[in-house]
């Protein structure tokens, strides 16, 4: 089995930071690509960035400059460092990592539960 899970959020005020941590544990032979999620109340979820098993990044545009993604490949964590805080980055924020377990051939995708990001003053 496999777990994913987050941490890290909270409440901020506008312009404010916060780092979220998601970290991957179980039965992993290999984590490929990470990345972060989220969804606000009445919407879809959508991306905001993600990090391949070599580092390239990518971003929503709207969190271009403001946020920062990262991993440790030594410690299966995935970082998502958020400044600038603004409240339409207030949402579920999950993560997602594609991992091939021992017993398996073929990588999946898991999720982890949300941690949940609010910004307001």
């Known amino acids: 089995q496999v777990q994913v899970v987050e941490s890290g959020g909270g409440l901020v005020q506008p312009g404010g930071s916060l780092r979220l941590s998601c970290a991957a544990s179980g039965s992993i032979s290999n984590i490929y690509g990470m990345g972060w999620y989220r969804q606000a109340p009445g919407n879809q979820r959508e991306f905001v960035a993600a990090?391949?098993?070599?580092?390239?990044?990518t971003y929503k545009d709207s969190v271009k400059g403001r946020f920062t993604i990262s991993r440790d490949n030594a410690k299966n964590t995935v970082y998502l460092q958020m400044n600038s805080l603004k409240p339409e980055d207030t949402a579920v924020y999950y993560c997602?990592?594609?991992?091939?377990?021992?017993?398996?051939?073929?990588?999946?995708?898991?999720w982890g539960q949300g941690t949940q990001v609010t910004v307001s003053s």
């Open positions: 990090i391949s098993t070599g580092g390239s990044t």
């Open positions: 997602k990592a594609r991992i091939t377990t021992v017993q398996a051939t073929l990588s999946n995708d898991y």
